[in-house]
């Protein structure tokens, strides 16, 4: 797959991002079908074995799908791997996308050639998500075809710059695929973002408010009932730095205008952190720009309201 198939498959230029416990088949295969990448987290499949049975059903359903819907086939799906060296599962996960031949492979915290060789040897894409200049040429150095840039304001772990500083300094050196993570939760932001010089927009906490999702209900409510303001950005939980829902601080106990700072060489992000109150779990990610989230309703409804506000937008910015 290159940049411009993976264009033409969409109805909205349009990343889900891969939400930790959250991002499942259902939701994934709703998204595909809305014409939206679908993402989830390998670790989400657990024990590791049901890995096997989710690539399974998510090609068998989405082939299903295109066969009876050749007019509107679903967009191909991801899944994130992360490739930091705490994670035990990567080599067995990686067989599982080899085998499916698993379209798009998101890696996160750290950049493998390995890992990149394996999506490569099938014909697949491989989008590294990155918060700084650093990270991003390393990606690109070993071998990954394109990079996700994680600007202020995203949800779970996120970087501090602004997404005009980030994408416009990686377009002084890199004109491959390009997709922009950070408070994109309109059809609005989404044209931003490719006016910005961004090819996608990716976007997550929108989805967590959907029936689709593996959240809790109150986890739901709460990206409905709040705004960019109830956002906190603290590294107390994995040992990376990320945004969290204030609410869900107050309701662990702890004060979120006075958290400590976590050891970076402690760093556990796979079972929700070192702290008795787990992040993802307990602890709530999202991102800023929730305030544009006003009822739970269905991928399908989200995906048709983006398209509706890019249309929208697309038709007043050319007027």
């Known amino acids: 797959m290159n940049l411009q198939q993976l264009k033409q498959s969409l109805r909205i230029p349009v990343i889900g991002s891969p939400l930790f416990i959250i991002s499942n088949p259902d939701l994934v295969i709703a998204q595909c079908k809305a014409g939206v990448v679908g993402s989830f987290p390998a670790l989400n499949a657990r024990p590791a074995d049901m890995l096997d049975q989710w690539l399974q059903r998510i090609t068998t359903e989405l082939d299903a799908w295109n066969q009876a819907h050749p007019e509107r086939p679903a967009a191909p799906f991801a899944v994130n791997q992360i490739v930091h060296k705490s994670n035990t599962r990567l080599e067995h996960d990686m067989e599982m996308c080899v085998k499916y031949k698993v379209p798009l492979v998101i890696t996160s915290l750290g950049a493998r050639e390995d890992v990149n060789a394996a999506v490569h040897s099938y014909g697949g894409m491989v989008l590294h998500d990155v918060i700084n200049q650093r990270f991003a040429h390393k990606a690109i150095e070993k071998g990954a075809d394109g990079l996700i840039l994680v600007a202020t304001g995203a949800g779970g772990h996120a970087g501090t710059l602004s997404p005009f500083a980030l994408v416009q300094e990686t377009r002084q050196w890199f004109d491959g695929p390009i997709a922009l993570s950070g408070s994109i939760a309109t059809g609005n932001a989404v044209l931003a973002a490719q006016a910005m010089g961004a090819d996608f927009g990716y976007i997550g906490s929108a989805f967590i408010a959907t029936r689709e999702a593996n959240a809790a209900e109150a986890y739901k409510n709460a990206i409905v009932a709040n705004t960019g303001e109830d956002i906190v950005y ?58 544009a989230v006003g009822a739970v309703v269905s991928a399908g409804e989200l995906v048709d309201r983006l398209v509706s506000e890019y249309e929208a937008a697309r038709q007043r910015v050319c007027a």
């Not at 702890?254 to 008795?276: R, T």
């Open 234 to 291: 603290t590294n107390l939980f994995t040992g990376v730095h990320g945004n969290y829902l204030r609410p869900s601080i107050v309701n662990a106990g702890l004060d979120p205008d006075n958290l400590p700072q976590s050891d970076p060489s402690k760093m556990n992000f796979g079972s929700g952190g070192n702290a008795e109150k787990k992040a993802w779990r307990d602890i709530w990610g999202c991102g800023q720009g929730i305030g």
